[in-house]
C-alpha cells in the first residue's frame, strides 16, 4: 500500500512541471492575441493597407511611432501617423498590397510588401512589436519600388 501511495506521489510530481509548462504555454499563446480576430496580425494590417482605411489602419499605431512616407521621416504620435497616412492616401489611391515576407518572435514582427496605388508601386516595411498582450505598428515606411 504504502509503495502505490509513494508511486502515486512521484508520479503528480513529475507531472507538476509539465502542468507548469502547458500553463506557460498557454499564456504565452494568448499574448499573440490581435484586434479583428485570426492569427495572422499581417492579415488585417493588409486588408487595410489595400483598401487605404486609413483609420482602421491607425488603430494598430502604438501611441508613438517612426513614419517613413517617400523618404520623409518623422517620429510621431498616433494621430499625428494617422493623418500623414491619410495624405498619402488621397495622394496615391491604394490598388492593392501585397505580403511578400514576414518573421519575427512573440514579441515582435516585420513585414515587406508590395503597395501599388496611384500608379505607382511602393516598398512597405512594417514594424510591430507586443505591448500590453498585443501588437501594435512601431515603424511604417513607405517607400517608391
Not at 494568448?30 to 483609420?55: M, Q
Not at 517613413?68 to 499625428?80: E, F, G, P, V, Y
Amino acid at each position: 500500500m504504502k509503495i502505490k501511495v509513494l508511486a502515486a506521489i512521484i508520479g503528480l510530481m513529475a507531472l507538476g512541471p509539465v502542468a507548469h509548462g502547458q500553463n506557460y504555454v498557454m499564456q504565452n499563446a494568448s499574448r499573440s492575441s490581435i484586434p479583428d480576430g485570426g492569427g495572422d496580425v499581417f492579415v488585417p494590417i493588409s486588408k487595410y493597407l489595400s483598401s487605404g482605411n486609413y483609420d482602421a489602419l491607425s488603430a494598430w499605431f502604438a501611441d508613438t511611432l517612426e513614419i517613413t512616407i517617400l523618404a520623409k521621416s518623422s517620429d510621431a504620435s498616433r494621430a499625428q501617423a494617422r493623418q500623414i497616412i491619410k495624405t498619402f492616401f488621397d495622394s496615391y489611391t491604394p490598388r492593392s498590397f501585397e505580403l511578400s515576407h514576414s518573421a519575427g518572435r512573440a514579441n515582435m514582427k516585420y513585414g515587406l510588401g508590395t503597395l501599388k496605388a496611384g500608379g505607382e508601386t511602393f516598398n512597405v516595411t512594417i514594424f510591430l512589436s507586443c505591448k500590453d498582450d498585443s501588437f501594435k505598428i512601431k515603424q511604417l515606411k513607405i517607400e517608391r519600388f
